[in-house]
């Protein structure tokens, strides 16, 4: 069995960011308790790693009324940073620097006057960030059609969820732009979540079977597949080798791997020797 | 022989305004030499008139040394205002407040470190200056197809000219995104000049004869002529009753009347005296 791993597969610069600064203050012995607030990252396997070394998650800052708290990578909102300071928690912020960015956008554009609107889905954790940020009006949209019900307005802000894609932010963009009289784009996205989709395109399309690792609350590992699955129909979600099914390779040559943003490496090592475990390895 | 007159037909309100000042100024006795720097809008007939009240036409401050200049409705360039004030000339600015406008939103985004896009034509005296109110970095762009020739910029921002199209500026918008990391757009554009062409395109298809008034030298002449033209093939631009041609009407029993934003109110009527004396006239 032929096997291709992507080169862009597995933690992004914010990621790998997060996680080593979570595991770092995760094995400092001075600290009492330590929590995340939320997932430090959508990866289940690594939040209990975390677990393991006494960094426990909180899904809001009533669980804790002392200690360290950690802010995830996609970020929390502006009213928990103040309720953490009010509490006199020590904070550790591991918010990705690039969502930070587009945090400080929208307090920067709302200040000035715009009336602001986000690219992105109005559940995801990261967009309850940034909306935050605003100090005046805030609207949340998907896709240009979301965009087309919005009501005129002087002066439009508009900043995107770091994982968007370009085209989603120029349709939103254009819709807005015929809508005020001055229109302010800061284009937020982050680059490496359409390297990763692009490379795993090429990838699927050469492969006989695609897998892709990563948390099942990973919005862009299951972006990711659904992108992978449109070019190869033998494509399949994991968290870890334990699920890899021996029948999906039935009759096929070739497998590709790639992995989420929030994916560690040692999940993707032990789902390579997990293929060569049932198929024998010919890494390519 | 029915004629339908456009109720969008001539004077705009930018050029009304600079013609009312320029013929206000010329009636006033006090004064000594009243020169305007280039024509004050695009209508010989006006020039002429205000020439015979003593008006003359300027093409550069070289030309005079003293009394009173007026500058035109399209504007002039920021070092052209600079030197007529350093001559001690007294300053009547009758830029249209919509071109002021772009000229004030081009200086600001510039001197915030944007690097300017003007959509319009090089050539135009209006981008001629909008364009020099840049304190950085400016590029003229026609087309979407000029902005992809344009290099990656931080921060783009772009003004329109204030008779371009919407369309334009919405594609060299979205061609600007792509390119920077965030973009500023003003939407400077008139709205003037699209409903006329939009109510003459309706009159056009309507009548078997259509009649464009207005200077030869003016642009949005020449472009409504243009789309009058793709819907009747029987349209003519002229700039005064004497030009009509009974040719025109052999065949015919409705004729379309406009004219461009520089025509006065009694081009108008004399072409509608015009076209009575020589077919009868029935005024829809």
Request: with cysteine; glycine share 8%.
């Given at each position: 069995m032929k096997v291709i791993v992507a080169k862009n597969a597995g933690f992004c610069f914010g990621v790998k960011r997060a996680t080593l600064l979570a595991f770092e203050k995760a094995s400092e012995t001075t600290a009492g308790v330590t929590c995340t607030l939320?997932?430090?990252?959508?990866s289940p396997q690594v939040v209990e790693r975390l677990e393991e070394k006494g960094v426990r998650v909180i899904n809001s800052l009533d669980e804790m009324s002392q200690g360290r708290v950690i802010l995830r990578s996609h970020g929390v909102t502006a009213s928990e940073i103040q309720e953490a300071n009010d509490k006199g928690l020590e904070v550790i912020d591991a918010t990705c620097p690039f969502v930070k960015k587009a945090q400080n956008q929208v307090k920067i554009l709302s200040e000035e006057g715009y009336d602001m609107v986000i690219v992105g889905e109005k559940e995801h954790p990261e967009v309850a960030g940034i909306v935050s940020y605003a100090t005046g009006r805030v609207f949340v949209v998907a896709s240009a059609a979301d965009a087309l019900e919005l009501p005129s307005m002087q002066k439009i802000g508009v900043v995107a969820q770091?994982?968007?894609s370009y085209n989603t932010l120029e349709e939103v963009a254009a819709v807005c732009l015929a809508k005020a009289k001055e229109l302010r784009v800061f284009?937020?996205?982050?680059d490496a979540t359409s390297v990763r989709q692009d490379e795993a395109k090429v990838i699927a399309g050469e492969v006989g079977c695609m897998l892709v690792i990563g948390g099942f609350n990973s919005a862009n590992t299951r972006r990711l597949t659904e992108i992978c699955c449109e070019i190869q129909a033998n494509t399949h979600h994991i968290e870890t080798a334990g699920q890899i099914d021996q029948e999906w390779f039935a009759g096929v040559d070739s497998v590709g791997v790639t992995a989420g943003a929030s994916t560690p490496k040692w999940l993707i090592d032990e789902v390579l020797e997990g293929i060569n475990a049932l198929c024998g390895d010919k890494k390519g």
């Open positions: 939320g997932p430090i990252i959508h770091t994982t968007q284009n937020t996205i982050c």
